[in-house]
């Protein structure tokens, strides 16, 4: 008899283990064709920190992310310039039930982390625990090759900005909330997602709809 109780809770806690396990999320094929024209989407460019806590659809999610730094070009190039092309910005996307990794080429998430951890992003400003999701931006100083010093820390910078700025943009076009922002847990978000020393947390992009 204790043996069987004993196959029950192992059996119970694996299939309920099984159900908390995150598993790749295949994104939508991006719709180039949506959105503003691009002098009014400039035009409606703003940090705005009142989100609706309804979940991006996965449509806008997919935009979004191949906006950020998907690949547009047959040979693997990016919607985001890069030093060099060292393509060493890597977006992580932190939802309610866990933390996902954007990989580009396949145009997926992968998991990373199981558990709500957007109060890790938002290091103090609430606000930012409200949004459905948020991107942060990682770059690998280590994809540049050489030594790693203040040349590679400024390239690493330039090219978050850059990737931070196509999300600000894509979020005035498809009628996004976001703002950018530098404030988050390092120490949290580092562990979380397991990062190397060599990659740099350095922005974060709260989205969400407009409330
Ligand atoms: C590098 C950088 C870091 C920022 N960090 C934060 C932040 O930690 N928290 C925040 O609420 N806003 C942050 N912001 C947003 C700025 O406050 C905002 O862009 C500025 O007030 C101008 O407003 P606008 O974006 O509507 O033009 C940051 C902006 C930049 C460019």
Redesign the pocket.
Known sequence: MKHFVWVFISLFMMTTMQAQELKVIKLNTPDKTRGDAFMKVLANR??D?TFSEKPLSQQDLSDLLWAANGVNRPNGMRTAPSAINAQEVDVYVILKEGAYLYDATTHVLNPVATGDYRIAVAGG?DFVTVAPVSLVLVADLARFGGKIGEQSQLMGAVDVGIVCQNINIACAGLELVT?????MDQAVLKSVLKLKDTQLLL?NNPVGYSK
Do not use: E, F, G, L
């Open positions: 703003k940090s920190r400003q703002v950018p922002r530098a404030t922005m």
